[in-house]
């Protein structure tokens, strides 16, 4: 399996207080990305990152930020979190390239805004 | 923009039978890839089975096969022999195969099927 963690697992909060959660690799992969999973909706890419501080924005990124400091870690901050992000959300990696293995996800992280 | 469209909310089989869990998706890319992932009630996201659109020959993982039929966009998933421990939602997944810029290797997702295996 790939080395990929998530924190924290579960997470409660308010309307809005400001979120960050952390995806930790030790694959030393050059792409990592955030989704957030909601019924009916699959996995949708919020960010994801080419490299050390280069990010992009998804398809759903209103609302949410990220950074990348380091190869291993990929931060999402929530600036003032909405009931509208209640959701699971994942953090994936991928070596980029010519690899085609697809994208190695991280646990989840169930987030709840009350 | 690429879409992918999973049909089926929800399925189910008999133990040790066979089922298909169907997937079309738009594109105006020749190249690409296409995956199924499972996941199961504890929400780990895990890889079955890829296809690289250029290759003809349908990809194989044990029991699990797809049937790739890439004029209609099509791209099912066979499971033979199901078996309780494959109970889980099932994405299929597409990705562009264009390695320029900063795309690269995002995927786009769709809605996902529920799975329920009966003994």
């Known amino acids: 399996d790939a080395g990929i963690t998530q924190s924290p697992r579960h997470k409660v909060t308010e309307t809005g207080t400001p979120v960050t959660l952390r995806c930790h690799q030790t694959e030393n992969h050059r792409y990592m990305y955030w989704y957030r999973q909601d019924p009916g909706h699959g996995l949708r890419l919020i960010h994801y990152?080419?490299?050390?501080?280069?990010?992009d924005k998804g398809e759903v990124s209103d609302g949410y930020s990220v950074s990348r400091s380091k190869t291993e870690d990929f931060l999402l901050t929530l600036e003032s979190a909405t009931s509208s992000q209640t959701s699971v959300y994942f953090c994936?990696?991928?070596?980029?390239?010519?690899?085609?293995?697809?994208?190695?996800f991280g646990p989840g992280t169930r987030l709840t805004v009350t | 923009a690429q879409t992918v469209t999973q049909s089926q909310p929800e399925m189910s089989v008999q133990e040790a039978e066979t089922v298909t869990l169907s997937c079309t998706y738009d594109?105006?890319?020749?190249?690409?890839?296409l995956f199924w992932y499972k996941q199961p009630p504890s929400r780990q996201m895990i890889l079955v089975i890829r296809q690289e659109a250029y290759k003809q020959q349908n990809a194989t993982e044990n029991r699990f096969s797809v049937n790739f039929q890439k004029a209609a966009k099509s791209f099912s998933l066979k499971i033979s022999d199901s078996q309780l421990g494959d109970a889980a939602m099932y994405f299929c997944?597409?990705?562009?195969?264009?390695?320029?810029?900063?795309?690269?290797?995002?995927?786009?997702f769709g809605q996902g099927t529920i799975l329920t295996v009966h003994p």
């Open positions: 994936a990696i991928s070596e980029g390239g010519l690899a085609n293995r697809g994208q190695y």
């Open positions: 990152s080419y490299g050390v501080k280069d990010t």
């Open positions: 997944a597409y990705r562009s195969g264009n390695a320029g810029g900063t795309s690269y290797g995002k995927l786009t």
């Open positions: 594109t105006s890319e020749s190249d690409y890839y």
